[in-house]
Nanobody, 121 residues
Framework: QVQLVESGGGLVQAGGSLRLSCAASGIIYSINIMSWYRQAPGKQRELVATSGSGASSKYVDSVKGRFTISRDNAKNTVYLQMNRLKPEDTAVYYC???????????????WGQGTLVTVSS
């Protein structure tokens, strides 16, 4: 069973930086689509950034120029570098693998447990 383990959240002052990591375990096949979502208190979960192998990354407008998604395909690990953080970036950040059909594995759509990012003003 595939599991995603996130790390790197914490408390940071506005203008600071954090780097989130998400490592997939339980699968030996390469995952194509890996994304970061976030959910702020009282708000719906939103897609922050997504990365597909061989395709350009996509970002929600509010983080463009500040956040960068990257990945280590050999390790099925995805990162989110967050710079110039703002209080409105405060949220629980979730890693998502898929949804996709992974050759040799089957349908994949897995979520991490979430990591809290708090940006103080």
């Amino acid at each position: 069973q595939v599991q995603l383990v996130e790390s790197g959240g914490g408390l940071v002052q506005a203008g600071g930086s954090l780097r989130l990591s998400c490592a997939a375990s339980g699968i030996i096949y390469s995952i194509n689509i890996m994304s970061w979502y976030r959910q702020a208190p009282g708000k719906q979960r939103e897609l922050v950034a997504t990365s597909g192998s061989g395709a350009s990354s996509k970002y929600v407008d509010s983080v463009k120029g500040r956040f960068t998604i990257s990945r280590d395909n050999a390790k099925n690990t995805v990162y989110l570098q967050m710079n110039r953080l703002k209080p409105e970036d405060t949220a629980v950040y979730y890693c998502n693998a898929g949804p996709e059909l992974v050759p040799g594995y089957g349908y994949l759509d897995v979520w991490g447990q979430g990591t809290l990012v708090t940006v103080s003003s």
